[in-house]
């Protein structure tokens, strides 16, 4: 019998338990046409009520893909020339909750966090194929100046990711809270 697609899945990372669940969200253009594709991954620390879930948001975009039919699996996220990942996969889903918590993310923090997939995907599918580069990506791809999927140099801090006080990649910065 096949599983509930809906029913949270379990992750226990370094002693810790999760509860994941993915969902695709749209909204709907004045033609009803289904625009502004995501994917969201929701990580919540459990028991209930001991840390504030993390929310990964993939947003469809320039040289990005997110699941919206064929040839793509329900689960697949990626850039359309680089790293990709399955959602569907728990190692997909523990690479992602690792790159979080080396950026910073806290979570016995009581708030709910939302932080940019596609600044985490590269540094995740690399651990996950065994190249693991504890500085992150070198660039974060996301929305940079008002371009969405453009690439950020180096030297410059990707909006929806950082601030620009807090450039280096391991800044909690990264992460904001979607609630007080």
Same mark, same amino acid.
């Given at each position: 019998?096949?599983?509930?697609?809906?029913?949270?899945?379990?992750?226990?990372?370094?002693?810790?338990?999760?509860?994941?669940?993915?969902?695709?969200?749209?909204?709907?253009?004045?033609?009803?046409?289904?625009?502004?594709?995501?994917?969201?991954?929701?990580?919540?620390?459990?028991?209930?009520?001991?840390?504030?879930?993390?929310?990964?948001?993939? #947003? &469809?975009?320039? @040289?990005?893909?997110? $699941?919206? !039919?064929?040839?793509?699996?329900? /689960? +697949? *996220? %990626?850039?359309?020339? =680089?790293?990709?990942?399955?959602?569907?996969?728990?190692?997909?889903?523990?690479?992602?909750?690792?790159?979080?918590?080396?950026?910073?993310?806290?979570?016995?923090?009581?708030?709910?966090?939302?932080?940019?997939?596609?600044?985490?995907?590269?540094?995740?599918? #690399? &651990?996950?194929? @065994?190249?693991?580069? $504890?500085? !992150?990506?070198?660039?974060?791809? /996301? +929305? *940079? %100046?008002?371009?969405? =999927?453009?690439?950020?140099?180096?030297?410059?801090?990707?909006?929806?990711?950082?601030?620009?006080?807090?450039?280096?990649?391991?800044?909690?910065?990264?992460?904001?809270?979607?609630?007080?």
């Amino acid at each position: 019998m096949p599983r509930h697609s809906k029913k949270p899945r379990r992750l226990v990372a370094d002693g810790r338990v999760y509860m994941w669940t993915m969902r695709h969200s749209h909204r709907r253009d004045a033609e009803g046409r289904p625009v502004d594709c995501s994917q969201t991954l929701t990580l919540s620390p459990q028991p209930a009520g001991t840390g504030g879930p993390l929310r990964i948001v993939f #947003a &469809a975009g320039p @040289g990005r893909y997110v $699941p919206g !039919g064929a040839p793509f699996g329900s /689960g +697949d *996220v %990626g850039f359309i020339r =680089g790293a990709d990942l399955n959602l569907h996969e728990p190692g997909a889903v523990r690479a992602l909750l690792d790159v979080a918590l080396a950026g910073g993310w806290q979570p016995g923090e009581q708030r709910a966090v939302e932080v940019d997939g596609w600044c985490l995907l590269e540094s995740a599918a #690399a &651990a996950r194929a @065994g190249d693991t580069n $504890p500085e !992150g990506p070198s660039a974060c791809v /996301g +929305d *940079v %100046g008002g371009r969405p =999927g453009a690439t950020a140099p180096e030297d410059s801090p990707c909006r929806w990711c950082m601030t620009d006080q807090q450039a280096r990649w391991g800044s909690a910065a990264r992460f904001k809270s979607t609630r007080p």
